[in-house]
């Protein structure tokens, strides 16, 4: 498997500043308990590791990271995380796994789930950000190499078969759930999403996605967010 969304990732990473750090303190939370030096974390297709520099901003944390991508894995080497060609090369004993907008790319989402919680110690917490929805896939779904997006149950189900006690699961941005719909319709054949968008998305929507996620997460959004927990 090959990930070629690299300048994707760059674009996002330069634009969405605030929904990274949005993202990263809904894990930090989702953890529920404070990071500590001797708190062992993995990222889980950390791309080019921003949710990696994230975390370690916050908490003081170097995290470990896992990309199949030789030249984002090299990138996030360069920064000084530890990082891995596969799970199979990263050790286990983690006090806590996150990813971000990664099963959604892996055929196999089970056996990788299974995988993840043989990483993980006993009651480790694995912290998951994945595309909700198939009625809202578009072109860009095709452009980065998806091959699934997730219903709340659907995702419940698998992790609860791969052994994960389910603490939380809500959905999440619930305005780019409306955005996304209004994409599929108007928006580019070819997955593309102006620079500009990305920006003012950032800065101007996603606050008031955030107040309106506080009413109705339960429902809809653009993206679920999971805690969950080896027994």
């Given amino acids: 498997m090959h ?10 990473e330069m634009a969405m500043v605030r929904y990274n750090e949005w993202a990263m303190n809904l894990f930090l939370k989702g953890f529920g308990r404070p990071v500590e030096g ?8 950390a791309g080019l590791g921003t949710l990696s520099k994230i ?5 003081g944390v170097k995290p470990d990271a896992v990309e199949i991508d030789p030249n984002q894995r090299s990138e996030t080497a360069r ?12 050790p286990s004993g983690y006090d806590l796994i996150f990813t971000s907008n990664v099963l959604e790319h892996i055929e196999d989402d089970e056996g990788v789930l299974k995988t993840l919680r043989e990483r993980l110690k006993n009651n480790g917490i694995l912290l998951i950000y994945v595309p909700a929805f198939e009625f809202l896939w578009t072109s860009m779904d095709d452009k ?5 997006r997730y219903h709340r149950k659907d995702l419940r189900d698998r992790l609860q078969k791969a052994g994960y006690e389910i603490l939380h699961i809500s959905y999440r941005d619930s305005l780019g759930f409306f955005l996304s719909i209004l994409f599929k319709f108007i928006g580019s054949k070819q997955g593309n999403l102006p620079l500009r968008s990305l920006y003012i998305y950032d800065r101007f929507l996603l606050p008031i996605s955030r107040i309106i996620d506080v009413a109705l997460s339960r429902f809809f959004g653009k993206n679920l967010f999971v805690v969950a927990r080896k027994n």
Avoid at 55 to 59: A, I, N, S, V
């Fill in 79 to 90: 920064q000084g995380f530890p990082t891995y060609a596969s799970l199979a090369d990263a």
């Fill in 38 to 45: 001797s708190t062992r974390v993995l990222d889980f297709g």
């Fill in 144 to 148: 980065v190499g998806h091959v699934r």
């Fill in 3 to 12: 990930y070629s969304g690299t300048d994707n990732l760059i674009q996002v």
């Fill in 55 to 59: 975390f370690y901003r916050k908490t």
